[in-house]
């Protein structure tokens, strides 16, 4: 009976709540607090961990540490971290799971200290440390950026200085490989200054920092305006901003680009932060960023040039994000490669058309242009998930190398050195 009152309770201050009557609300939820406190609730023994619990039909609510948490039991049971269930050594489950009883709840439930103790029916005990319960809810990483970033717009990105990083240094410091890395991580571009300007010394600047990407253009490419593949960037031609291999199903996660030579006008490199100009779309244009995030899309790459044959496809929205935070990751855009769409119906169409013009309008203005020049021995890493890159169209001779590199092993690395990736 007092359970359903709760219940009751709860659900009028729901209500309040989405019709905005917080004064209200708040009284109840006052009301409620005292009520459920005398009944309801568990609290802790101990004065200085403040943490209390409710054991509900299909979850248990926990709330510490000023954050109200709701776990599923099958959850809590498949989490356990026990010598039987969990292998601290290899950090793997060894817990099947599908041998739990999805119906499964604690026989009883216990706290000592800042450990809470849960015995299951078959008489197994699970342990949670209240730290390791918050960090890892739901609720707990709702609020928390995966990625920490600075997004930035032309002005924004100079008057940060962000230093270049010394070829030597480089390789033969962890500190300043995790400068670098730092400052990849939060702008998305960083460069290294000083390398000998080879297509070997580039890949030995490259294998310090990840695993090279192989791919249809090679390990290392190295490439000049003879069109000897079948695509702009092997012209003299001008090419706005993109991100690159958006045709794959997981585009390359970083570019590294080292101009080797360059006798001639022109050619200048440009940077744009596409989750900067995602941002502005988000601020004034909240459902266009939602349905760029939303509408699958196919990018396209078909070459037959020489001994070259290929045919790929890569299918993806041009905003992605995690579901849970909202948070951007990964941005495709690329209207040279776009290919036909056909995924969505014609209203769709049209108002994906308007987003993504609302999205272009952001890239392309002036100040969000970064121009860069880059010379040889300085050498360019751009996060492709994110910084879109184009050049200016140029004369005369113009000898280009790089790679890329696999976003995995360079957040592999970026966390290795105590970076937050
Ligand atoms: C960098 N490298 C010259 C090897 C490849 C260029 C790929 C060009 C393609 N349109 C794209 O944007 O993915
Ligand atoms: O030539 C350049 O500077 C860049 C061309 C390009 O976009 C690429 O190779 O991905
Ligand atoms: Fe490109």
């Given at each position: 009976m007092w359970c359903h009152k709760l219940l009751h309770l709860q659900s009028r201050l729901q209500n309040l709540m989405k019709r905005g009557d917080i004064g209200q609300a708040l009284h109840l939820s006052n009301f409620k607090s005292l009520f459920s406190l005398s009944i309801h609730w568990c609290?802790?023994?101990?004065?200085?961990?403040?943490?209390?619990?409710?054991?509900?039909?299909?979850?248990?609510?926990?709330?510490?540490?000023?954050?109200?948490?709701?776990?599923?039991?099958?959850?809590?049971?498949?989490?356990?971290?026990?010598?039987?269930?969990?292998?601290?050594?290899?950090?793997?489950?060894?817990?099947?799971?599908?041998?739990?009883?999805?119906?499964?709840?604690?026989?009883?439930?216990?706290?000592?200290?800042?450990?809470?103790?849960?015995?299951?029916?078959?008489?197994?005990?699970?342990?949670?440390?209240?730290?390791?319960?918050?960090?890892?809810?739901?609720?707990?990483?709702?609020?928390?950026?995966?990625?920490?970033?600075?997004?930035w717009n032309a002005q924004l990105y100079q008057q940060a200085q962000v230093p270049s990083v010394d070829f030597q240094s480089f390789l033969e410091s962890n500190d300043e490989l995790k400068k670098f890395l730092q400052n990849f991580l939060l702008y998305g571009i960083a460069f290294v200054e000083n390398v000998p300007p080879t297509q070997e010394h580039t890949e030995k600047l490259a294998e310090r920092v990840s695993l090279i990407r192989e791919t249809i253009y090679g390990r290392m490419w190295y490439f000049t305006s003879d069109f000897s593949r079948g695509d702009t960037a092997y012209t003299k031609l001008a090419l706005d901003r993109h991100t690159d291999t958006t045709?794959?199903?997981?585009?390359?996660?970083?570019?590294?680009?080292?101009?080797?030579?360059?006798?001639?006008?022109?050619?200048?490199?440009?940077?744009?932060?596409?989750?900067?100009?995602?941002?502005?779309?988000?601020?004034?244009?909240?459902?266009?960023?939602?349905?760029?995030?939303?509408?699958?899309?196919?990018?396209?790459?078909?070459?037959?040039?020489?001994?070259?044959h290929n045919h790929m496809i890569g299918v993806g929205p041009v905003l992605n994000i995690y579901p849970w935070n909202k948070e951007l990751y990964l941005i495709r855009y690329n209207n040279y490669d776009r290919a036909v769409i056909n995924t969505v119906p014609y209203d769709v169409v049209h108002r994906w058309y308007i987003a993504h013009r609302t999205l272009t309008t952001e890239l392309r203005k002036p100040e969000n242009e970064l121009w860069v020049k880059l010379k040889p021995g300085k050498v360019l890493f751009i996060d492709n998930w994110r910084v879109l890159h184009g050049r200016e169209s140029f004369t005369g001779y113009r000898q280009l190398c790089g790679c890329y590199l696999t976003r995995d092993d360079v957040l592999n690395t970026a966390r290795f050195l105590g970076l937050h990736a």
């Open positions: 609290h802790t023994a101990s004065k200085s961990v403040n943490c209390t619990w409710h054991q509900r039909e299909d979850h248990l609510e926990l709330q510490y540490a000023s954050t109200v948490m709701r776990f599923d039991y099958v959850w809590l049971r498949d989490h356990c971290r026990s010598a039987s269930c969990y292998n601290s050594k290899t950090h793997q489950r060894s817990l099947d799971t599908a041998s739990v009883d999805l119906c499964i709840k604690p026989k009883t439930i216990r706290l000592d200290k800042t450990t809470l103790f849960f015995t299951w029916p078959d008489g197994h005990v699970t342990r949670y440390d209240l730290d390791w319960l918050v960090k890892n809810s739901y609720e707990g990483q709702k609020q928390k950026v995966i990625h920490p970033r600075i997004l045709y794959f199903q997981e585009p390359c996660g970083i570019q590294v680009f080292h101009c080797l030579k360059h006798e001639g006008t022109g050619g200048r490199t440009l940077l744009v932060d596409g989750f900067y100009a995602a941002q502005q779309v988000l601020q004034k244009a909240p459902k266009e960023f939602e349905l760029l995030s939303k509408v699958p899309l196919k990018h396209e790459y078909i070459e037959n040039v020489g001994e070259c």
